[in-house]
């Protein structure tokens, strides 16, 4: 599959449904000498199977204090793009909409994706907005696509017959990854005991719970903790933070069901970064009631 960048001083919409899955096929027509900026919400950790975070200017959209986070807020995001725009040339990937809509309203991000379209007109860079399938509204989806042009994805016999194994197998696991948290959500594990808990089980289930995009990084100072119960103790908070997110995750199908695509696509990101939990379950609960 090939993704067509749009020209310079354009903007495209790339609806598709799997944000993750679309990213790989772009980073892989990125050449290492072109400027490239990302805005996303997918983790550093994700990023890195499938781009070389040392040659791009990235910004991952969370409240987590990290030296490549940025504020997810629209004026933020805008602020980046507006002064990123003003020399040179290059590629803007922008994905987490969804997200911001969520905390913003629709109507800011319409606004937000005119301003865009308005700045990068008279530049010399492109910039791609992903958007998941599903997570607008159909009239939503034709505000925006009507202020940013739909994206032309191009799946040809010959395109496929240049991918070599290595890229076939790494767009293998992107699909089965995505398969998995569409259709199980996350998994609720056996909680490690004290007595079978070791360096490599502690490994293994940091391991397990990255496989479902779950953001486990404060968990990793334990790998290197001296005394086996400090590291036991922290393992033991993660665990109850996890499982409050398994439980959590599970009542976004009610929301689904209930219409809320957008705001259950939100959730699924924020709920696997493992913080603020018990705001996000008193949210998810008015929804519901409502």
């Known amino acids: 599959m090939k993704i067509e960048i749009p020209e310079e001083g354009r903007v495209g919409s790339l609806i598709t449904n799997s944000v993750r899955e679309s990213f790989s096929h772009f980073s892989s027509q990125i050449s290492e ?4 900026i990302i805005i996303t919400r997918l983790s550093p950790r994700r990023l890195i199977r499938h ?3 040392e040659n791009v200017d990235f910004r991952w959209l969370t409240m987590q204090e990290s030296e ?7 004026e933020h995001v805008n602020h980046l793009v507006n002064t990123s725009i003003l020399t040179g040339n290059g590629t803007i990937w922008i994905d987490g909409l969804e997200y911001l809509a969520d905390r913003q309203g629709f109507d800011a991000v319409h606004s937000f994706v005119r301003n865009v379209v308005d700045s990068v007109g ?3 860079w492109s ?3 992903s958007i998941e399938s599903g997570t607008f509204d159909e009239i939503q989806l034709a505000q925006i696509t009507r202020e940013a042009s739909r994206i032309k994805v191009i799946k040809s016999t010959e395109f496929n017959e240049n991918i070599d194994e290595d890229d076939e197998k790494e767009i293998h696991e992107v699909q089965k990854d995505e398969e998995y948290v569409k259709t199980t ?10 007595e079978g808990f070791t360096q ?3 490994r293994e289930r940091i391991m397990q719970w990255r496989n479902m995009d779950l953001d486990v990084s404060i968990l990793e100072p334990a790998l290197n903790y001296q005394n086996p119960d400090d590291a036991y103790k922290l393992y033991s908070d993660v665990e109850e933070l996890v499982r409050t997110a398994v439980e ?5 199908d009610i929301l689904k069901s209930q219409g809320e695509n957008a705001k259950a696509f939100a959730y699924k990101y924020r709920i696997r970064q493992l913080t603020g939990l018990d705001e996000i379950g008193r949210i998810i609960d008015t929804l519901i009631s409502e």
């Not at 000498?33 to 490239?36: G, P």
């Not at 609720?188 to 004290?194: A, E, P, Q």
């Not at 959590?248 to 976004?252: G, I, S």
Request: hydrophobic share 40%.
């Open 33 to 36: 000498s072109e400027n490239l």
């Open 51 to 53: 781009i070389q975070l």
């Open 185 to 194: 959500g996350l998994k609720l594990l056996t909680k490690i005991s004290k």
């Open 122 to 124: 008279s530049t010399k």
């Open 68 to 74: 490549h986070s940025i504020d997810p807020s629209l």
């Open 200 to 202: 490599k089980t502690l």
């Open 127 to 129: 910039i791609i907005i």
């Open 248 to 252: 959590l995750d599970a009542r976004l």
